[in-house]
């Protein structure tokens, strides 16, 4: 590769690199293929322009240390992490970590991430695991660099390491400070070619042992994210800004009806325009290839296609989803998928219930709808494939593509830079498989965007949910009986940039072998409830391939939906029972006396009581009297845990009764993730994922007539806008762990589970403000307004 | 193709390009600038937020040829090396996640902050509301925008 007039900073580094030592060649020939970046390297300038690394690309080995850590001549060091950073500061929490444990200082170290050829195979993002698992490797690893550094020094000052010291890159004798050795004398510019020990690449790690939490100096601080500059002057070069020389542009044409057949393509409609190069069809694939960016717009908008509609409608419009979903016999029931999850008598609790609550909820699809559409650029030089590309998951990505082009992995490799969120979508990067596809078809590099309709139609969604709740209590108001069934229109998951789902080639008509009904699991919560069912079903649209509303992971998959329905059926319940609807979660937690290994119920209470103090919560069963004013305000609670991580979400609306509009002043968000890395990281993605919810609770729904999608843009799609941010927002950070101060206190995900309790928050809120239960998302004033009329407040 | 000819952050372009083409891809294809980015062709979100003569515009949908004046993109937001007030207050208050919508937030303060240098809670809402944040950062960018006036207002005093 050679300069365009954007090149990926960590190549011109490697170039430097390259330029300036010895050191690729002389891990090449020990078979590694270990690329050293120095610090200076990745702000470095007027870098001769040379190829970085021919094919092919073999993975780096995670059981060598030099694969993950690298110390330079200086003593300054870089991590390899093979992860991508959503926006959440992962990078910058990582690296905090693994300075801690190698005794470096926070700005002596460099982070590269979701680089196949360059960083072992984490697996990229997803399941908010970077910090709860990855970084913990990293710290592993960091912590055995640290102890094979002290031992070299030992060696060299013919001493016991325990009569040595570490302070930031610096060893020293303890009985005489003087006698000092960097890690940069150490070790720069070398090979630690330490081997280590691990079944797989989550348990790799050394013989030393990580550092307890008291002794961490750079965990726990606020140090300000490495990335945030250059996203602000400027400078920072985006996986949507990459040129090479002799790229070209395409753009997708789309099918205007979804499961429509193409018939025929008339080329002759475009290949008269400037810059035309190529029109690529593969079944029911269309591209067109401009020389220009703006000249394959139009190009794609003028192409004259013509497609023949399906025989039978491939769904039913969404104002019918939920009646289908209900009225549909679901998939069968297959290997466990969607059995029911018994535990005592439930049918037998609510007959013998004093009182019997029911209600249906409904969940439309929702999209992921980034701010910035798909897009990849492919370079087939040499023979190889390199995709530079926002996937979240750049190794699935990397074989994906190599399987759907029939090429060895190891001459594909991707190289992950950073793109407008992920939130899952990039878990399954279509345009990346489209840009290798006409690279490869073109011979050239090729640069593919989505338009704004194609991103807000055809991405992936998450799934809409139909629930049906019953519960029961008895005489004192206690919760006997929960009964939880739910319809998912969840039909062929796309998975992971899987080479027969992406959706180029579904279009191109590849198939998986073994389509599978997608499932969900049930709410998350720890009550005590003695007898319970939960059932979940997946429901079959009549079109499962080629269609825009193929299901994938969307932010906390599924919880959302299912925590929506769940914990407002639970103040639903607590209104039943005369209660106040903290004092009635309480009391669920309470019920049982033993906990998990984790400490999952005492950390639940503890976040439910956080939320409520922070907030004066005042106990009193909802709805609060409704006051005569134009505005109506009230306060919902919502609680629920994710993997090990719980919180609870407190907020407070107003709802306008005029025209049904709901604005959610305040939030309190009581959040316990164990060990926290990061405080103001921390706060900001908490902060997100409570706006992320507030939107996905008010405004967003996938729209679709009885053919396509209608919701296409930012108007027929809307999302939260500045108008709407809360005034005030209060993080409560908890440590709910019974022993608190315990040295191995770990860190647990932070990136999805605060967005799972706000939906049903908002609704117990509006509940609490009108005595009106809102039980279908989204609440767009028309359907608030509608409801408030009906129940004539 | 038409030769135009462009002012853009201080330097004089001539770009050999149809005429109709919307500025972004002249910006980022031509000129090589990474500030603007599409969002959605369609002057809704943004994300392709650019100043002509100082006044936010969306080059997204601007035909190269209708431009006048002096173009600034995020680029060309420092003075004299020195970051603009309002960039430094977005660094200070961390406010980006991913930050690919954050051109458009950063030029649109600055001008929100040029025409009305201290803004109330309202007008920072009413100013803003156009550009859109999927990550949803609208209340650390509120937070930054009064910074960044309380921080202008100061240096107005020192002069």
């Known amino acids: ?793 | 193709m038409q030769e135009t000819t462009l002012t853009v952050n201080g330097k004089t372009h001539t770009v050999n390009v149809d005429p109709a083409t919307p500025l972004l891809y002249v910006l980022r294809n031509d000129l090589g600038l990474r500030g603007p980015r599409f969002g959605c062709g369609l002057a809704q979100c943004g994300t392709c937020t650019v100043l002509m003569d100082g006044r936010p515009i969306r080059s997204c949908i601007l035909p190269v040829s209708r431009t006048r004046g002096e173009i600034t993109t995020l680029e060309g937001l420092p003075e004299d090396g020195e970051l603009h007030p309002v960039q430094q207050a977005w660094i200070d208050e961390q406010v980006p996640q991913c930050g690919f919508c954050q051109n458009g937030q950063i030029l649109t303060a600055a001008a929100l902050l040029e025409t009305n240098p201290a803004p109330t809670d309202d007008e920072i809402r009413r100013g803003m509301n156009p550009i859109l944040c999927r990550c949803m950062t609208y209340f650390r960018i509120q937070s930054a925008v009064k910074r960044a006036a309380a921080a202008m207002a100061e240096t107005e005093a020192d002069r």
């Open chain 1, 1 to 793: 590769m050679s300069a365009g007039h954007g090149v990926n900073a960590i190549d011109r580094a490697l170039r430097r690199w390259e330029g300036t030592a010895s050191r690729r060649d002389f891990l090449k020939s020990s078979g590694l293929f270990v690329f050293g970046l120095s610090a200076l390297g990745a702000a470095g300038e007027g870098l001769a322009a040379q190829p970085a690394a021919d094919g092919p690309y073999p993975d780096p080995d995670f059981l060598q240390l030099d694969s993950w850590l690298v110390v330079h001549e200086d003593g300054s060091a870089t991590f390899y992490v093979g992860k991508t950073d959503g926006g959440q500061g992962t990078g910058t929490a990582t690296r905090q970590m693994m300075c801690d444990e190698l005794d470096i200082a926070f700005d002596r170290a460099t982070v590269v991430m979701g680089r196949t050829d360059l960083t072992v195979d984490q697996g990229g993002s997803g399941g908010s695991d970077a910090i709860e698992r990855d970084a913990m490797v990293g710290r592993r690893i960091a912590a055995e660099a640290r102890r094979v550094l002290l031992e070299m020094a030992s060696e060299r000052f013919g001493e016991p390491v325990e009569e040595l010291r570490v302070s930031e890159g610096v060893i020293s004798l303890a009985s005489d400070p003087s006698r000092s050795v960097t890690y940069g004398e150490l070790v720069g510019g070398r090979r630690f070619d330490v081997a280590l020990t691990g079944a797989n690449i989550n348990q790799a790690g050394g013989v030393a042992s990580i550092k307890p939490v008291q002794d961490l100096k750079l965990v726990g601080q606020s140090i300000p994210r490495y990335d945030i500059p250059a996203k602000v002057d400027g400078s920072f070069e985006w996986a949507v800004d990459v040129h090479l020389p002799g790229m070209v542009h395409a753009r997708n044409v789309r099918p205007p009806f979804a499961g429509a057949t193409l018939t025929a393509v008339d080329e002759s409609s475009v290949s008269g325009m400037p810059g035309f190069l190529r029109v690529v069809r593969k079944g029911n694939y269309v591209a067109v290839v401009c020389e220009r960016e703006e000249q394959a717009i139009e190009a794609a908008e003028g192409l004259a296609v013509t497609w023949e509609k399906p025989a039978t409608a491939p769904f039913p419009p969404s104002d019918d989803l939920f009646a289908y979903l209900r009225s549909t016999e679901p998939e069968p029931r297959s290997g466990g998928r969607g059995a029911p999850q018994v535990e005592g008598d439930p049918d037998g609790a609510l007959a013998r219930a004093a009182t019997v609550v029911e209600a249906a909820y409904d969940v439309p699809f929702q999209g992921h709808t980034a701010i910035g559409p798909a897009h990849a650029l492919a370079d087939p030089s040499d023979g190889q494939m390199t995709i530079y590309t926002n996937d979240m998951k750049p190794y699935s990505h990397r074989t994906g593509i190599a399987e759907f082009l029939g090429m060895p992995p190891e001459e594909v490799r991707v190289i992950w830079m950073e793109g407008p969120q992920l939130y899952g979508r990039t878990a399954a990067d279509d345009a990346g498989f489209e840009a290798a596809y006409l690279a490869k078809e073109l011979g050239r590099p090729v640069r593919v965007q989505w338009m704004r309709h194609e991103e807000t139609a055809w991405d992936t969604k998450g799934p809409a949910f139909a629930i049906d709740l019953r519960g029961g209590l008895d005489a004192d108001g206690n919760l006997v009986a929960l009964d939880y069934r739910s319809r998912i229109a969840n039909y062929a998951h796309v998975g992971y940039n899987q080479a027969r789902t992406v959706l180029i080639a579904q279009l191109m008509g590849l198939r998986p072998e073994r389509p599978v009904p997608g499932g969900a699991g049930g709410p998350d919560e720890m009550y005590h409830v003695p007898n319970r069912r939960e059932e979940t079903r997946a429901v079959r649209l009549p079109l499962v391939f080629e269609t825009p509303l193929r299901t994938g992971n969307l932010r906390d998959p599924n919880g959302p939906q299912i925590t929506f329905a769940a914990e407002s059926f639970i103040d639903e319940l607590a209104a039943a029972a005369d209660a106040d609807p903290v004092e009635f979660r309480l009391h669920l937690l309470r019920g049982a006396a033993d906990d998990d290994e984790i400490f999952r119920r005492a950390r639940s209470i503890a976040v439910v009581e956080a939320a409520a103090k922070a907030y004066g919560w005042e106990a009193r069963p909802s709805p609060a009297r409704a006051g005569g004013g134009r505005l109506l305000t009230g306060r919902g609670i919502a609680y629920a845990y994710r993997a090990r991580t719980t919180v609870a979400v407190i907020a407070e609306v107003e709802v306008d009764r005029e025209n049904g509009q709901v604005r959610v002043p305040r939030m309190v968000c009581a959040h316990d993730c164990g060990l926290v890395i990061n405080p103001d990281g921390l706060e900001n993605t908490i902060q997100g994922n409570l706006l992320h919810g507030i939107s996905r609770t008010l405004y967003e729904e996938v729209r679709f007539d009885g053919e396509k999608v209608t919701s296409v843009d930012w108007r027929s799609h809307p999302t939260l806008t500045h108008r709407d941010a809360p005034e005030r927002i209060d993080v409560v950070v908890v440590n709910g762990d019974p022993n608190p101060d315990r040295p191995d206190l770990r860190p647990y995900g932070a990136g999805e589970p605060s967005h799972k309790p706000v939906p049903a928050a908002i609704a117990n809120a509006v509940h609490d403000a009108t005595g009106v239960r809102m039980r279908r998302l989204p609440f767009r004033p028309e359907r608030v307004l509608a409801e408030l009329q009906a129940a004539g407040v």
